[in-house]
């Protein structure tokens, strides 16, 4: 098999060959520190911000990628949206959806939102989303074409996250599916019609799977209620969902945190995977157990503490565990407990997959 057919037989609830590798996303600093081992010193890029990058460094950057990803043969890559971001000062972007976020600090780590263009229902009512550009996909169009036998995955936004985005925090938003119900919908609504254009072009420039991102919680559990989910996302997700599923595409729930109380109303909207199950408050086998008939689970090797503290030994001796506990029968993804941030050490992280191709052999796996 090669990565494509891998992780698409996982998607699917089915064994490959081996237990697939994908990340949903590396950070500038962790492509940089990965890629010291696979290409020569003075064709790194700097450690900087892509907003901060030229063309040119973005390109070493991208190329530095390209290569780790072929020597390690991982089976799947992410995508990230490309559409326009703005620098405004020394610690702060704003988007194309007029959406500020912070960015500051000694890492190269993921920017947050600070600031939205929508505040109450006027700003609402006279808010114009913009749409998918073709340059929003710049990132797709490349693994595409560089990547044939390897599974390209889009990393989106989903109704949730860029509904409160808009708002400048989830602070701000939360309230209003008691305070505000209209206005919560109303923005749903909109961050939904939004994200069937994203699928769509997706989908057009052959994309294998979707990704949708946005925390629903956080370790003690799910930011709201899941009576709050049914009502003001879980209809939302379901119309998403169906979009990719009659476009023919898979489509996985990010969210870190403690998803158990919510995963049956995900699986209700028609999400066929659950990223990424979290180990500080998720069992993965037991999350296997209950909900394996249902979705593939991917995910669960903690970068919060064995990627950052631990030993690259340590790490795999967690992979192998990982492993028996959630791959035998299929339907397992192994990727971090997020994504390969700046504070993920290299070696950990080159340890993690050894071991992954290491015990993650089909058929032996069944016996586990």
């Known amino acids: 098999m090669n990565g494509k057919q891998r992780i698409l037989t996982a998607l699917n609830r089915e064994q490959p060959d081996v237990v697939p590798i994908w990340e949903m996303a590396f950070n500038e600093e962790s492509i940089v520190g990965i890629g010291k081992y696979f290409v020569d010193e003075d064709k790194l890029p700097p450690m900087k911000k892509t907003v901060d990058m030229t063309p040119e460094e973005k390109a ?43 960015q500051g600090g000694e890492k190269v780590g993921e920017p947050y939102p600070v600031d939205g263009p929508i505040k109450n229902m006027s700003d609402l009512g006279k ?5 998918p550009q073709d340059g929003d996909f710049a990132m797709l169009d490349l693994f595409r074409a560089t990547f044939p ?21 989830i602070e701000e938003f ?33 994309v294998d799977w979707i990704v949708l991102e946005g925390d629903l919680a956080y370790n003690p559990g799910p930011l709201m209620s899941p009576a709050h989910y049914d ?22 729930k990010h969210s870190d945190g403690n998803l158990t109380p919510l995963i049956p109303s995900l699986l209700n909207a028609g999400f066929d995977g659950i990223h990424p199950i979290q180990p500080q408050c998720m069992d993965i086998k037991e999350t296997k157990k209950e909900f394996g008939d249902r ?37 397992y993804i192994l990727s971090s407990s997020n994504t390969i941030h700046p504070g993920c050490k290299p070696e950990n992280y080159l340890a993690m997959v050894e071991a992954a191709r290491k015990y993650g052999k089909y058929p032996e796996l069944a016996g586990i």
């Open 60 to 102: 070493a950057l991208m190329k530095t990628y390209v290569t780790f990803v072929k020597e390690l043969d991982l089976d799947g890559v992410t995508a990230l949206s490309t559409a326009p971001k703005v620098k405004i000062d020394k610690d702060h972007i704003r988007d194309d959806y007029g959406i500020v976020y912070h």
């Open 127 to 131: 808010y114009k989303m913009r749409k």
């Open 149 to 169: 036998e390897k599974s390209v995955a889009l990393h989106m936004p989903a109704t949730f996250k860029l509904s409160w985005s808009l708002m400048g925090s």
């Open 174 to 206: 939360l309230p209003k599916y008691i305070l505000e119900p209209e206005m919560a919908h109303t923005l749903a609504r909109m961050a939904t019609d939004y994200c069937f254009g994203v699928v769509e072009k997706a989908v057009e420039k052959n």
């Open 231 to 252: 009502e003001f996302i879980g209809p939302y997700h379901k119309e998403i969902c169906d979009k990719a599923h009659e476009l023919g595409i898979k489509i996985v």
């Open 295 to 331: 979705a593939c689970v991917l995910g669960n090797i903690d970068c919060s503490f064995l990627l950052v503290f631990d030993t690259p030994e340590e790490t795999r001796q967690s992979v192998k565990e990982t492993i028996a506990a959630a791959a035998p029968g299929g339907g």
